[in-house]
């Protein structure tokens, strides 16, 4: 089993998420690693806190997976840690600048919303970067907040061509929050020509793809515009759905 791998299946142990794929992070050091992996056996065997610990030697020396795996569990308050805004914010921070395209979307949010707890700022450029970094993993929830940054003019100029573009490649994907952005896009005709039935079906999709908090942020707009479409339309649309499916690997 390679390293990333055994650190996924710890994370999820964790209850955390990790990413094994599309990172270009460096193997880490065998004394780094070896940290780390003092860690894992010391979790395993019931003692959350001395696994922290060595984890957090790890991480000091450069190990970038422990560093992902800290700042997740300060960001939750998980694995007896106490949880800390300005601690995950510093392990994330080194997660992505060692290469981990998850920690630079946690990152890319944080500066997109900024956090007066901890004294940061809300910084659209930062923002931008760290979405652009972690797109080229591909990551599609990165893609998707590129189509937001470029369509609301975040960091950069509003271009709703780059938006569109970067929103399909998220949708392409079956990232849910990206079918619902399309949605709301092709039903008020914002840049693209109006379409209600394309519109609804991304709703659709989004429904299909998405967590329940994501559909339930799909349900919202479909309740919102439900007065804008006409006989027959909602139908077109779940044919439309089935038809994007089919010619997207299928169910």
Known sequence: MTARKSLAMLAAALGLSFSVVGGVFADPLPETQAAFDRGVAAYRSGNAEGAVDEWKEAAEGG????AWLLGNLYDKGAGGVAQSDAKAYEYYLQAARGGQ?????????????????????????QALKSFEAASLA?????????????????????DRTESLRW????????????????????IEGEGVEKDRVEGW???????????????????ALKDKYKGWMKRGETEKARDMADAWVSAHGGA
């Open 63 to 66: 190990h970038t997976g422990a």
């Open 201 to 219: 079906s991304y709703f659709l999709l989004a429904n299909r793809f998405g967590t329940p908090e994501q559909s339930a942020e799909a349900d």
């Open 167 to 186: 929103l399909i490649l998220a949708a392409k994907k079956r990232y849910a929050p990206a079918f619902t952005e399309l949605g709301r896009i092709y």
């Open 101 to 125: 395209p998850e920690a630079a979307v946690r990152l890319g949010v944080i500066y997109l919303n900024g956090n007066e707890a901890i004294g940061l700022k809300r910084n659209y450029a």
């Open 138 to 158: 591909p990551r599609a929830d990165a893609q998707y907040y590129l189509g937001i940054m470029h369509r609301n003019g975040w960091g950069t100029a509003v």
